[in-house]
């Protein structure tokens, strides 16, 4: 039922910043735990950052923490990631995904075999 699109991916320089943005049809996201995914050419799946379905509590990976900031719009229905500092190292198709939780929950979920709902993705390229 419910549906995530992702927009916002674009070509930046290093050091350049970028917001993605992960649209939810079908639901309201104060019952869905969301992810930030992304994939290199070359790598494998890895994970981004997470806020909790209450959106009180967001959890960051090594690569992103204190250069990538995750939130979410008042009308529950939009997750973004802003993106500073930008190096090529972060060139990937960006994917949000959204994992059924119970309202008010301030888990985050770090697995993504837990998260039920894909969007597309979203290319984003750091280059010169």
């Known amino acids: 039922q419910l549906q995530l699109v992702e927009s916002g991916g674009d070509l930046v320089q290093p050091g350049g910043s970028l917001r993605l943005s992960c649209v939810a049809s079908g639901g309201t996201l104060d019952y869905y735990a969301i992810g930030w995914y992304r994939q290199a050419p070359g790598k494998e799946r890895e994970g981004v950052s997470y806020?909790?379905?209450?959106?009180?509590?967001?959890l960051y990976e090594p690569s992103v923490k204190g250069r990538f900031t995750i939130a979410r719009d008042d009308a529950k229905t939009t997750v973004y990631l802003q993106m500073n500092n930008l190096t090529p190292e972060d060139t990937a198709v960006y994917f949000c995904?959204?994992?059924?939780?119970?309202?008010?929950?301030?888990?985050?979920?770090?697995?993504?075999?837990?998260?039920?709902?894909w969007g597309q993705g979203t290319q984003v390229t750091v280059s010169s």
């Open positions: 995904a959204a994992a059924r939780s119970p309202g008010g929950s301030d888990l985050v979920v770090r697995p993504a075999t837990m998260y039920n709902y």
């Open positions: 806020l909790s379905a209450s959106g009180r509590n967001t």
